[in-house]
């Protein structure tokens, strides 16, 4: 299993204090304390809708709205109300060190140097960043949001809003990057792991996962030119 990634970089130092905190308590806390403080010392730069800018705080927050809705910790709800129904049993927010690797987790390895995969609070990214995976579980889960594997996560409405892109971004949508033939896909990375999980308009799903990164910025382009000429190597896939 490989992490899939995004850092949460701005944080005030009673913040910062806790970040090697290693109660659940104290990671909770740390979430909630972030958030206010970005949310208290942060204005808005433009109006919404108006200028695209990505944004790993976006999703840590809508983590926090998750919580509040639900009253449930977020990854407890996630895993009953969507992994679970997808058939995942095997997803969860990732430890930050070495001796927290999960079972059958791979070892990260960084190419850049002062860059060290252990020295990330992974377990603090939770809604934007922080999960681990195997490359089939997530393809089980893009294949559930259409029902092309099961039952839908989404109803049709859901996902047509989920895939049309803005005004301010044409190649973004709401979570997912799109083009105009209706392709989504989304990467991730972090020092010591790229990911890659794509959905064709074809109802085609694949992922691919690496346990490093290297200094070079076309990494996750080469990925993705691997899979689809591996895709398309194949005359006739398997159902």
């Given at each position: 299993?490989?992490?899939?990634?995004?850092?949460?970089?701005?944080?005030?130092?009673?913040?910062?204090?806790?970040?090697?905190?290693?109660?659940?308590?104290?990671?909770?806390?740390?979430?909630?304390?972030?958030?206010?403080?970005?949310?208290?010392?942060?204005?808005?730069?433009?109006?919404?809708?108006?200028?695209?800018?990505?944004?790993?705080?976006?999703?840590?927050?809508?983590?926090?709205?998750?919580?509040?809705?639900?009253?449930?910790?977020?990854?407890?709800?996630?895993?009953?109300?969507?992994?679970?129904?997808?058939?995942?049993?095997?997803?969860?927010?990732?430890?930050?060190?070495?001796?927290?690797?999960?079972?059958?987790?791979?070892?990260?390895?960084?190419?850049?140097?002062?860059?060290?995969?252990?020295?990330?609070?992974?377990?603090?990214?939770d809604s934007h960043g922080g999960w681990i995976a195997a490359?089939?579980?997530?393809?089980?889960?893009?294949?559930?949001?259409?029902?092309?594997?099961?039952?839908?996560?989404?109803?049709?409405?859901?996902?047509?809003?989920?895939?049309?892109?803005?005004?301010?971004?044409?190649?973004?949508?709401?979570?997912?990057?799109?083009?105009?033939?209706?392709?989504?896909?989304?990467?991730?990375?972090?020092?010591?792991?790229?990911?890659?999980?794509?959905?064709?308009?074809?109802?085609?799903?694949?992922?691919?996962?690496?346990?490093?990164?290297?200094?070079?910025?076309?990494?996750?382009?080469?990925?993705?030119?691997?899979?689809?000429?591996?895709?398309?190597?194949?005359?006739?896939?398997?159902?």
């Open positions: 299993m490989l992490g899939v990634a995004g850092v949460l970089r701005a944080m005030p130092m009673a913040a910062q204090s806790l970040a090697a905190g290693p109660t659940p308590a104290e990671r909770e806390r740390l979430a909630h304390l972030a958030a206010d403080w970005a949310l208290e010392t942060e204005p808005l730069r433009c109006e919404p809708g108006y200028r695209y800018a990505y944004s790993n705080f976006g999703y840590c927050l809508l983590g926090r709205v998750i919580e509040k809705i639900t009253n449930q910790k977020y990854d407890q709800y996630i895993i009953s109300a969507l992994l679970g129904p997808s058939g995942i049993s095997d997803m969860q927010i990732a430890g930050n060190t070495l001796e927290e690797r999960a079972a059958n987790e791979v070892k990260y390895y960084s190419q850049v140097a002062g860059e060290d995969p252990y020295e990330l609070n992974i377990s603090r990214m490359p089939l579980d997530l393809i089980r889960f893009t294949a559930s949001i259409d029902g092309s594997r099961g039952n839908p996560l989404l109803s049709p409405e859901t996902l047509t809003i989920m895939t049309t892109p803005s005004h301010a971004n044409s190649g973004y949508a709401k979570g997912l990057f799109v083009n105009s033939v209706r392709n989504c896909w989304h990467t991730g990375s972090l020092p010591g792991t790229a990911t890659l999980a794509v959905r064709t308009h074809t109802g085609f799903s694949w992922a691919a996962f690496v346990n490093t990164r290297t200094k070079f910025e076309d990494m996750l382009d080469s990925l993705d030119a691997l899979m689809w000429h591996m895709v398309g190597s194949v005359d006739g896939w398997r159902a």
